[in-house]
């Protein structure tokens, strides 16, 4: 199984960024019952929780990106996604895209291995 994320890029104070992480390995929507999170590590920092998704379609955010950034999936597709607007320079990081087949489980399964997104003001 492997995740792959994708769409990172280096942009200005209030652009927009669409990033895609794609899900292979497996035959089938082996996907779904999944919960799908973005993580994020600025530099020189910890990693940090973006925003997940649950298997039923329930969302959660941290504080710092509520009502920019919207997170999505495609079962079918076996897609995440994660759409960034109103970009500010402390959105600067690698994101990384995981999954965890049990929503309560501390860890993670599957992760991708990064894209790097560089907000300049």
Known sequence: VQLQA???GSVETGDSLMLSCAASGRTGPWLTPYTLTWFRQPPGRERERVAHITADGTTLYSDSVKGRFTISRDNAAKMLYLKMNRLKPED?????CAAKRFPEALTYDYWGQGTLVTVSS
Not at 92 to 96: D, K, M, P, Q, S
Request: charged fraction near 0%.
């Open 6 to 8: 994708s769409g990172g």
């Open 92 to 96: 600067t990081g690698v994101y990384y």
